[in-house]
């Protein structure tokens, strides 16, 4: 069974301060992403890394940084955080080989920022 | 740029009742088709998906869904839902080109069963 944790599972920051959500996965995918998920917009895509060393830019950027230091890893991080950007995150991993079954992406827990 | 509609935000059915969820996509090609389903305060699951091949595929807990070209839907039904039924359903699709399955959500809907 694919294993994808998050930390924390809630968080409370004020805003201009930095924060980061940490994401681990136990899967040996190489892919691995960051969402965000609001009423009305289900969940979109930040950003999303191919493996370790690489961050690649989701649909909705802007305000965040990613990380990727191994493959297990991948860290989302706010460096000025706003109120606009309470939500909650989920990150996930997943393969991509032409397969089928490799196609699924496996989401964690999530995590729920609060920016006040 | 590709685009996931599902028109219903919420939907209540009585325990037994069938259950539809309707899902519309826009791509110019046919994409890799997913649904997933969230429990609350969970991550979300994998229902089923369809690549190609016969249009009704089945997924876990009675679940299936029909794809259909001309209409660019993919509409997740189940013939009797349960009070654990109960959750956000969300329709999602996938270019999968260039080693990358990105995927695009629908707003997602909003399943209540009353018991």
């Known amino acids: 069974e694919a294993a994808v944790t998050q930390s924390p599972r809630n968080k409370v920051a004020v805003t201009g301060g930095k924060v980061t959500l940490s994401c681990n996965q136990t899967?040996?995918?190489?892919?691995m992403y960051w969402y965000r998920q609001d009423t009305g917009h289900g969940l979109r895509l930040i950003h999303y890394?191919?493996?370790?060393?690489?961050?690649e830019k989701g649909d909705i950027p802007d305000g965040y940084k990613a990380s990727r230091p191994s493959q297990e890893n991948f860290s989302l991080i706010l460096e000025l955080a706003t109120p606009s950007q309470t939500s909650v995150y989920f990150c996930a991993s997943g393969d991509w080989v032409g397969g089928r079954d490799q196609d699924t992406q496996y989401f964690g827990p999530g995590t729920r920022l609060l920016v006040l | 740029a590709q685009s996931v509609t599902q028109p219903d935000a919420r939907v209540t059915v009585s325990e037994g009742a069938s259950l539809q969820l309707r899902c519309k996509y826009s791509y110019s090609a046919t994409p890799y088709l997913f649904w997933y389903v969230q429990y609350p305060r969970q991550g979300l699951q994998l229902l089923l998906k369809?690549?190609?091949?016969?249009?009704v595929v089945q997924g876990v807990n009675g679940f299936e869904a029909e794809f259909s070209k001309s209409n660019s839907s993919f509409h997740l039904r189940k013939a009797s839902v349960h009070w654990s039924d109960s959750a956000v359903y969300f329709c999602a699709v996938s270019m999968a080109t260039g080693g990358n399955n990105k995927l695009t959500f629908g707003q997602g809907t909003v399943l209540s069963v009353i018991p």
């Open positions: 369809y690549y190609s091949g016969d249009p």
């Open positions: 890394s191919y493996g370790a060393g690489s961050t």
């Open positions: 899967n040996n995918h190489n892919n």
